[in-house]
DNA sequence: CACTTTCTGGGTTGTTCTGTCCAGAACCGT
DNA sequence: ACGGTTCTGGACAGAACAACCCAGAAAGTG
């Protein structure tokens, strides 16, 4: 199953990679306001400002269009421009991240949120290779919280027998859940529910010394 | 906004809502296991055993379907043969509750659960009154749950000053967005690690008379 | 400055899928 | 039994959409 990875453009020139990255941009943006099955190749041509076959210079499908978006999410939340997953190595860093999540919601109006949450319900059905993609990003994710919480362990905040894995795998469920009901309730107070449950579940695992 | 409910046959004979029912059922089947944009009207017709135009002289669109499979699940919760969520109505009735999630989940290979969750995230954000159906069928699983909270409550085995809708949706939520965890990874352990923390949740604002 | 590779535009094809039409069979009330 | 309604079958139109092709411009390479 190991498939080889990009086999379109060999090479790109700056240009092209310009163009690939725009068109990314572009169907990142629709698909968060329609969907997957809302956004069609013409309205990506339309929306990044190219034209016809540029699409399939670039991509061999939708489906590789689509997985690219899904890869270019999952890598986002690792090391570019967001300083604040960087260190969820405490209580206070921790509320912190979940009160972002809850305030981009509620600036958005709980709408068009391109999380990998959206797209897991679209897409882990229907496409395996899409799941994969989305899997891995999650267990991603997962892994960076799970470093977090780690440090918060062994500096001694948190109990040495709590399972931190399933801690991380709360809050990261708690996030997705709570971002999918929001889209669907229009209202933040699901994500916020879950937030603070999985928070407390966490913090249930401190030591007295750590708080 | 108050549309006339359901606008196309005015009368049906025991033999209709029979046909009718078997549509709704092929499609919830085949939706739960393609999603909803990998379902076609062809496939429906076929896995019913109906032909050509039964579908839209039952439904007046493909959208007027799914809209009905989608209340169709947000009622099975209530009345019919589901009679754990009857009495959500103590910690172990909840423990119950969420084992019998994680043990359906496991038991098909974390694959094709239908629940709401999974159809929000395709619809929630390209179809406006499919949102708003699904938006309705969690708000009333959620006052089923706390039902429950409230007799838990009543009877003091939660402290007066819980906020049980809080409570409500979190179990919700973490249900909700384990599924699709849950489906996505191919594992039961984020919907595992969710439910724990939102029941540790609700847990946590337990009287000490209560437990 | 040749020469190759990459990039861009637009038109086109072929398929897939929703939705419609029409005619006949079964069913229901009276 | 009769007239009207509902149900069923299959064929068909029409649109939406992914994907392909060709030719030319631009840019990188020696």
Same mark, same amino acid.
């Given at each position: 199953?190991?498939?080889?990875? *990009?086999?379109?453009?060999?090479?790109?020139?700056?240009?092209?990679?310009? +163009?690939?990255?725009?068109?990314?941009?572009?169907?990142? @943006?629709?698909? &968060? /306001?329609? #969907?997957?099955?809302?956004?069609?190749?013409?309205?990506v041509?339309?929306?990044?400002?190219?034209?016809?076959?540029?699409?399939?210079?670039?991509?061999d499908?939708k489906?590789?269009?689509?997985?690219?978006?899904?890869?270019?999410?999952?890598?986002?939340?690792?090391?570019?421009?967001?300083?604040?997953?960087?260190?969820?190595?405490?209580?206070d860093? !921790?509320?912190a991240?979940?009160?972002?999540?809850?305030?981009?919601?509620? *600036?958005?109006?709980?709408?068009?949120?391109?999380? $990998?949450?959206?797209? &897991?319900? @679209? !897409?882990?059905?229907?496409?395996? *290779?899409?799941?994969?993609?989305?899997?891995? #990003?999650?267990?991603?994710w997962?892994?960076?919280?799970?470093?977090?919480?780690r440090?918060?362990?062994?500096?001694?905040?948190? /109990?040495?027998d709590?399972?931190?894995? *399933? !801690?991380?795998?709360s809050? $990261? +469920?708690?996030?997705?859940?709570?971002?999918?009901?929001?889209?669907?309730?229009?209202?933040? /107070?699901?994500?916020?529910?879950?937030?603070?449950?999985?928070?407390?579940?966490?913090?249930s695992?401190?030591t +007295?010394?750590?708080?």
């Open positions: 199953m190991t498939v080889t990875e *990009e086999p379109k453009p060999r090479r790109l020139t700056p240009k092209g990679r310009a +163009t690939r990255d725009r068109i990314i941009e572009a169907a990142t @943006e629709l698909i &968060a /306001r329609n #969907g997957v099955a809302g956004t069609g190749i013409e309205d041509r339309a929306a990044a400002g190219v034209s016809g076959s540029q699409l399939y210079h670039y991509f499908s489906q590789a269009l689509i997985r690219a978006v899904i890869t270019r999410q999952a890598d986002s939340v690792l090391h570019p421009d967001q300083p604040r997953v960087t260190a969820l190595d405490s209580f860093a !921790l509320r991240w979940a009160d972002a999540a809850i305030e981009r919601q509620r *600036e958005n109006g709980c709408r068009g949120d391109c999380t $990998l949450g959206s797209l &897991a319900g @679209e !897409l882990s059905v229907s496409d395996e *290779e899409s799941r994969t993609d989305l899997a891995t #990003g999650f267990l991603r997962k892994d960076l919280i799970l470093d977090g919480l440090a918060m362990r062994d500096r001694g905040g948190l /109990r040495a709590a399972d931190l894995d *399933e !801690l991380a795998l809050l $990261l +469920t708690a996030l997705q859940g709570g971002v999918l009901l929001s889209q669907t309730m229009l209202h933040v /107070r699901p994500l916020e529910a879950a937030m603070n449950a999985s928070l407390a579940y966490v913090h695992f401190a +007295t010394a750590g708080r």
